[in-house]
């Protein structure tokens, strides 16, 4: 049976910090959707469930920020104009004497330093091998 996007069990949430230790993730201050003025360094905490055919395969994540309307934002003048993405690959191997159809939990923390947001609403979107989903995406208000 072939796997589709719908198989992952996918965890995104917005939080004032995230940590990775020892195969565990630690959240602190999660689940905000408002902030006021973005002068702090948050984080994004990600808990994939990954399909036992999925493993032993290289998967890319890639989450940009958009503003509302789902216009990437960029940061940067004229041509040097960026898209701020964030993005990387990984891999999950079976362990010896798990069942067959397990899934394999991959906790990942993406910490961001604060960012020159103008007051607006705005939304992390999260792709997995090019695929988004509706419950994927993060959206949050910076409030003046």
């Known amino acids: 049976m072939e796997n589709t996007i719908s198989d992952w069990a996918v965890t995104v949430v917005l939080a004032d910090a995230a940590q990775v230790y020892d195969g565990k993730l630690s959240i602190l201050g999660g689940g905000w959707q408002t902030i006021r003025a973005m002068t702090a360094p948050f984080?994004?905490?990600?808990?994939?469930?990954?399909?036992?055919?999925?493993?032993?395969?290289?998967?890319?994540?890639?989450?940009?920020?958009?503003?509302?309307?789902?216009?990437?934002?960029?940061?940067?003048?004229?041509?040097?104009?960026?898209p701020l993405q964030i993005g990387t690959e990984f891999e999950v191997g079976r362990p010896p004497g798990f069942p067959q159809g397990s899934r394999f939990n991959v906790p990942i923390a993406v910490n961001v330093a604060p960012l020159p947001l103008q007051p607006g609403s705005y939304v992390w979107t999260w792709s997995l091998d090019s695929a988004e989903r509706d419950e994927w995406r993060l959206p949050f208000e910076v409030r003046p």
């Open 43 to 82: 984080a994004i905490a990600i808990l994939i469930a990954v399909p036992w055919s999925e493993t032993n395969r290289r998967h890319k994540m890639l989450f940009t920020l958009r503003t509302a309307d789902g216009q990437p934002v960029a940061f940067g003048e004229g041509a040097g104009s960026v």
